[in-house]
């Protein structure tokens, strides 16, 4: 690990890094976090600029090779996010999913009105922060990896590619989010036919279904003719599925539950930087690398995947808040970040009066009249010209 690039002081590595290679943890000058990756030769680097792209602040040159100063991201990588809902038995809204990936495609058609084609869009080549929002990286430095189980058919055949290569890889990424489970498990199964997310889980709304086996034939013509026209049919799709409110506060609940040490840990780290302190060891990387996703099921719905299951349409605000796959003694967090009981006994309604319950309180009433109308004159003739029903 170099001690600087360029002006920059290098302090951790933070990644093993994607085809693009290591990436590490640096401080500015005046202190602030950087994120820094070396450059493959052969990368041309990337002129797009979009909120759902991480920013590059500077390109430099170091002993020969070219680094990308990039933004420091605090969050996690899309694979980590997926591993972690897997090891805690729990899913997410499908809706909160749809928009996740409409924001991917969000970037990635920024990029190709660019000019440029990502060619290696995954898990592991998406991030989400800590404060909710999608970034895609590798953008401009990932190399083909020959081995990448999230190519196109003509990726794998060595034809020419095109917008709808990019709008295919993205679809396998909505499939393994959606369903937990990875579409191939390796190069031999590219020429199986995919069955739908559908047959995977339990509950799958059909809207969503017709969307990503769309995105996913095999003819790149039959796909969305752009990333652009997959997002607006995932944006309108989740509009339908998901009343949860903002779905980047949603999101940001949710990571806050599921990596909350992580968090912290990060964030003490980050003050160590910016003081000076030697911060000793960098988090991992990734979460729960230990985790294997499992490939999907070309027979049969495997029952213990489908245990948490996704909401299939708009729900009640109250049943929306719930995680459908979280379990707790007392309460739980949903994904928009309130308190829900979890199996907690609903409580008792108010008991509905009976016909013989409104009956004794008429009569009382009768009695009340009797009473008036032998006691006054006035009185009692008002009570009866009222005639109230009993």
């Known amino acids: 690990m170099p001690d600087r690039i360029g002006s920059y002081e290098v302090v951790g590595r933070l990644a093993v890094g994607g085809e693009g290679g290591e990436v590490w943890l640096a401080k500015s000058v005046a202190g602030q976090p950087v994120a820094i990756q070396k450059m493959p030769a052969a990368a041309r680097g990337s002129l797009a600029r979009h909120p759902n792209l991480v920013e590059v602040r500077e390109v430099v040159r170091h002993e020969g090779a070219r680094y990308r100063i990039m933004e420091y991201l605090e969050g996690e990588n899309l694979a980590g996010f997926i591993r972690r809902l897997i090891k805690k038995r729990e899913r997410i809204s499908v809706g909160l999913a749809a928009h996740m990936i409409a924001e991917v495609c969000d970037g990635i058609h920024a990029a190709h009105v660019a000019g440029e084609l990502h060619r290696a869009v995954s898990p592991e080549t998406v991030f989400i922060t800590y404060g909710g929002d999608i970034k895609v990286l590798e953008l401009g430095t990932a190399i083909e ?84 026209e997959m997002r607006e049919a995932l944006l309108t799709t989740a509009r339908t599925l998901d009343s949860s409110g903002d779905p980047t506060q949603s999101l940001a609940s949710k990571l806050m539950r599921l990596f909350g040490e992580r968090i912290a840990t990060k964030r003490a780290l980050l003050d160590r930087v910016k003081v000076g302190v030697p911060i000793g060891d960098v988090v991992t990387a990734e979460a729960d690398e230990e985790v294997e996703v499992p490939v999907i099921s070309r027979d049969a719905v495997d029952e213990e995947l489908a245990v948490a299951k996704p909401w299939p349409r708009a729900q009640p605000p109250s049943l929306s808040l719930r995680n459908t796959g979280a379990t707790g003694a007392t309460g739980d967090i949903g994904d928009t970040g309130e308190v829900v009981a979890v199996g907690a006994p609903a409580p008792t309604p108010a008991p509905t009066p009976t016909p013989l319950a409104k009956r004794g309180f008429r009569w009382g009433v009768l009695l009340l009249f009797l009473v008036a109308i032998v006691g006054g004159g006035a009185a009692g003739a008002w009570l009866r010209l009222y005639g109230l029903p009993f």
Do not use: K, N, W
């Open 145 to 228: 990896d020959p081995d990448s189980l999230y190519r196109s058919p003509e990726q794998v055949a060595g034809q020419p590619l095109g917008r709808q290569s990019d709008v295919y890889a993205i679809a396998l990424v909505l499939y393994e989010l959606t369903t937990l489970r990875r579409v191939f498990g390796d190069a031999s199964q590219r020429a199986d036919e995919i069955p739908a997310p559908s047959t995977q889980t339990d509950s799958y709304p059909p809207q969503l279904d017709a969307i990503c086996m769309q995105a996913l034939a095999l003819d790149p013509a039959q796909r969305f003719r752009s990333a652009l």
